[in-house]
Nanobody, 120 residues
Framework: QVQLVESGGGLVQPGGSLRLSCAASGSILKINVMGWYRQAPGKQRELVATITNGGSTNYADFAKDRFTISRDIAKNTMFLQMNSLKPEDTAVYLC??????????????WGKGTLVTVSS
């Protein structure tokens, strides 16, 4: 079994910052790509950013210049530093990972999400 657990969400004023974390645990041999997605009420889930185990990153246009994704490979943890937050960034932020498990297969996993609310 593999678990992804997000933390760090909360209420922040426009222009503020938050740092999200995602910790992976369980029957993990190796984590390949990790990513953050978000889903706002009434909207489809969308990509925020991804990072490979080599450190290559990819950002959605709205995240460029404001958000920074990073990983601690040794601790199976991923982060998302979010700056200059806007009300339209309000959403549940979900962690995703492609993991090579101890069953010797690649599987895609999702966390349950952490709520980010940007409001004055």
């Amino acid at each position: 079994q593999v678990q992804l657990v997000e933390s760090g969400g909360g209420l922040v004023q426009p222009g503020g910052s938050l740092r999200l974390s995602c910790a992976a645990s369980g029957s993990i041999l190796k984590i390949n790509v990790m990513g953050w997605y978000r889903q706002a009420p009434g909207k489809q889930r969308e990509l925020v950013a991804t990072i490979t185990n080599g450190g290559s990153t990819n950002y959605a246009d709205f995240a460029k210049d404001r958000f920074t994704i990073s990983r601690d490979i040794a601790k199976n943890t991923m982060f998302l530093q979010m700056n200059s937050l806007k009300p339209e960034d309000t959403a549940v932020y979900l962690c995703n990972a492609l993991i090579y498990t101890m069953s010797q297969e690649f599987r895609n996993y999702w966390g349950k999400g952490t709520l980010v609310t940007v409001s004055s």
